[in-house]
C-alpha cells in the first residue's frame, strides 16, 4: 500500500485546513487508518484514528473537538479536518494505514507510513 499525503500549508492562528491521503496498491477497506504528526525535536504524536468502515474513530486528547477525522473508501482516501488551529499544531503530519480490524493509537502497530505533508500555524 502506497500512501500520499497532501493538502498542508501555513495557516493563521484560529484558522481551517484539511489534509487528505490517498492510497493506492491495497484494498483501502481492508485498513483502520492514522494520522500522527512531528514537531521538531519533539518525538511523534497519534492524533486520529478511523476504523475501516468510518463509523468508529478516536482522537488524542489535544485535538479532541477541534480535529476530526474521515474516510471515504470509493476515493481511497482518509481526511483529517484541522479547526482552531494553533500554534502548537504546527508539525509534519503523517498518514498510516493498518492492516487490522481495531483502532490503533501506537505508531509501530501500523504496517504503511505516507510521505508527510507541513502544516505550520502562524501566532
Known amino acids: 500500500v502506497q500512501l500520499q499525503a497532501s493538502g498542508g500549508g501555513l495557516v493563521q492562528a484560529g484558522g481551517s485546513l484539511r489534509v487528505s491521503c490517498a492510497a493506492s496498491g491495497g484494498t483501502f477497506s481492508n485498513y483502520v487508518m492514522g494520522w500522527f504528526r512531528q514537531a521538531p525535536g519533539k518525538e511523534r504524536e497519534f492524533v486520529a484514528t478511523?476504523?475501516?468502515?468510518?463509523?468508529?474513530?478516536y482522537h488524542a486528547d489535544s485535538v479532541k473537538g477541534r480535529f476530526t477525522i474521515s474516510r471515504d473508501n470509493a476515493k481511497n482516501t482518509v481526511y483529517l479536518q484541522m479547526n482552531s488551529l494553533k500554534p502548537e499544531d504546527t508539525a509534519v503530519y503523517y498518514c498510516a494505514a493498518a492492516f487490522t480490524a481495531w483502532l490503533r493509537m501506537r505508531g509501530d502497530r501500523y504496517d504503511y507510513w505516507g510521505q508527510g505533508t507541513q502544516v505550520t500555524v502562524s501566532s
Open positions: 478511523i476504523s475501516w468502515h468510518g463509523a468508529n474513530s
